[in-house]
Structures are given as structure tokens and as C-alpha cells.
């Protein structure tokens, strides 16, 4: 998992992709003094900085009230009602999180339990705040059961831009609220599916951050 790491692991490829080129075109302006490199130079600076802002990956602490479910990503919310298909198979509350790109994309674990079942689906890629995206688009999703017996689901989303789920819990692990659990690149959004009778701690147009922000609380 991405613990203690300043970055998240997954974007240790394109931060260093970036800076060595950066590095090359620094190399280049120099040794041919060369003010037409300039352009490029700045360009591939800003890139460099934006790549290592958007895959930082910062310490949260959740709140003391242990019953609290907590936000999985950073962002903003865009839906946040009672629905009759979920995939816990009966009608739950939903909140949806849309990240954009200036958002962290590492997420995080809504409350403690363990993973009961995964799903993961190929799918499109409508841009992540349409409402078809919680069923036709790219996504990978957890069944997390309390130690009470309780229910909910969170969802990954790929969004318009984004190509790349990544998830690192598994049926049967046993998730602590808080933990780092997965990462989206490059805009997207997670779902969350709690039972009927949790009343929601958001409402849309509501921002959230990952591992803090509470959603509601189990009874």
C-alpha cells in the first residue's frame, strides 16, 4: 500500500519520466545556450511539478468517533440520495465524490471491516460526474461487512480521462477505517452505498477529504 510515502507509489514512473526530461531539456539549452529551449524547458518544469501534485500522498487522521464513516476521496459531492439498485443488492443511501484532477486520488478506507466481496468491470468512460457512469463506466468496487453485521459498498469510478484503477484490498482482508486502499489516475470518483437507515452528513456541492470528512454514522 501507498503508507508513508510522500507520493503515491503509482506515479513514481511518470514523476520520473517527467524530471528526466526536464533534466535533458535543462542539459540541452545549456550546452547549445540556446534561448529556443527555454519554452520547452518551462513546460516540462510545470509538468514535472503538476505530476508530483497530483499523486502526493499526504498523512489524514480520521475522527475520534469510531462509528463514523468517513469520506474515501478528496472532492466534491454530486450525489447524495436513496437509490433502489446498489450493489448490495437492496436500495441504500449513495454518495458519490467527484475528483478532478487537482484533487488527491489516493483513497481511502470508509470504515473498519472486512472485505466480503470485489468486483471489478471493463466499461466507457463518460466524463465521472454523468449519472451512467456508476454503471457502464471502467470500475472496481468493495462489499465491506462490519463487525456488527452491517453492509456498505465503495466504488471506484474511472472517469473521462482516467485509465487506471488500482485497488489493493481483497476478499477476506480486513480494512481499517482511514487506510489507504486504492488510487484513481486522473479524474474520477467513488461511490458510496450505505444502509437505509444512516442519515447523510453531506449534501451535494459538499467538499470532502479522504479519511476525515464524515458521511454519516453507523447506529
Given at each position: 500500500?501507498?503508507?508513508?510515502?510522500?507520493?503515491?507509489?503509482?506515479?513514481?514512473?511518470?514523476?520520473?519520466?517527467?524530471?528526466?526530461?526536464?533534466?535533458?531539456?535543462?542539459?540541452?539549452?545549456?550546452?547549445?545556450c540556446s534561448l529556443v529551449l527555454a519554452v520547452p524547458v518551462v513546460l516540462?518544469?510545470?509538468?514535472?511539478?503538476?505530476?508530483?501534485?497530483?499523486?502526493?500522498?499526504?498523512?489524514?487522521?480520521?475522527?475520534?468517533?469510531?462509528?463514523?464513516?468517513?469520506?474515501?476521496?478528496?472532492?466534491?459531492?454530486?450525489?447524495?440520495?436513496?437509490?433502489?439498485?446498489?450493489?448490495?443488492?437492496?436500495?441504500?443511501?449513495?454518495?458519490?465524490?467527484?475528483?478532478?484532477?487537482?484533487?488527491?486520488?489516493?483513497?481511502?478506507?470508509?470504515?473498519?471491516?472486512?472485505?466480503?466481496?470485489?468486483?471489478?468491470?471493463?466499461?466507457?468512460?463518460?466524463?465521472?460526474?454523468?449519472?451512467?457512469?456508476?454503471?457502464?463506466?471502467?470500475?472496481?468496487?468493495?462489499?465491506?461487512?462490519?463487525?456488527?453485521?452491517?453492509?456498505?459498498?465503495?466504488?471506484?469510478?474511472?472517469?473521462?480521462?482516467?485509465?487506471?484503477?488500482?485497488?489493493?484490498?481483497?476478499?477476506?482482508?480486513?480494512?481499517?477505517?482511514?487506510?489507504?486502499?486504492?488510487?484513481?489516475?486522473?479524474?474520477?470518483?467513488?461511490?458510496?452505498?450505505?444502509?437505509?437507515?444512516?442519515?447523510?452528513?453531506?449534501?451535494?456541492?459538499?467538499?470532502?477529504?479522504?479519511?476525515?470528512?464524515?458521511?454519516?454514522?453507523?447506529?
Amino acid at each position: 500500500m501507498n503508507n508513508s510515502t510522500p507520493f503515491a507509489r503509482e506515479g513514481y514512473p511518470f514523476i520520473f519520466s517527467s524530471a528526466g526530461l526536464t533534466l535533458l531539456l535543462v542539459l540541452a539549452a545549456w550546452k547549445l545556450c540556446s534561448l529556443v529551449l527555454a519554452v520547452p524547458v518551462v513546460l516540462s518544469c510545470v509538468l514535472t511539478l503538476f505530476i508530483l501534485y497530483f499523486f502526493r500522498n499526504p498523512e489524514r487522521t480520521p475522527p475520534g468517533d469510531e462509528r463514523t464513516v468517513v469520506a474515501p476521496a478528496d472532492g466534491v459531492v454530486i450525489v447524495a440520495e436513496r437509490v433502489p439498485d446498489t450493489p448490495l443488492g437492496t436500495p441504500a443511501i449513495k454518495i458519490s465524490i467527484f475528483m478532478s484532477v487537482f484533487n488527491v486520488h489516493v483513497n481511502r478506507v470508509p470504515f473498519d471491516g472486512r472485505v466480503v466481496d470485489s468486483f471489478y468491470h471493463r466499461g466507457r468512460f463518460f466524463d465521472a460526474r454523468d449519472g451512467r457512469a456508476s454503471f457502464e463506466n471502467e470500475r472496481s468496487g468493495l462489499i465491506l461487512e462490519t463487525g456488527g453485521g452491517v453492509r456498505l459498498a465503495f466504488v471506484q469510478i474511472a472517469g473521462l480521462i482516467a485509465r487506471r484503477i488500482v485497488c489493493y484490498a481483497r476478499t477476506g482482508d480486513l480494512l481499517k477505517r482511514g487506510d489507504r486502499y486504492g488510487l484513481i489516475r486522473f479524474g474520477s470518483r467513488v461511490d458510496v452505498y450505505l444502509p437505509v437507515d444512516v442519515k447523510p452528513l453531506v449534501k451535494v456541492g459538499d467538499a470532502t477529504v479522504a479519511g476525515e470528512t464524515v458521511l454519516g454514522r453507523l447506529g
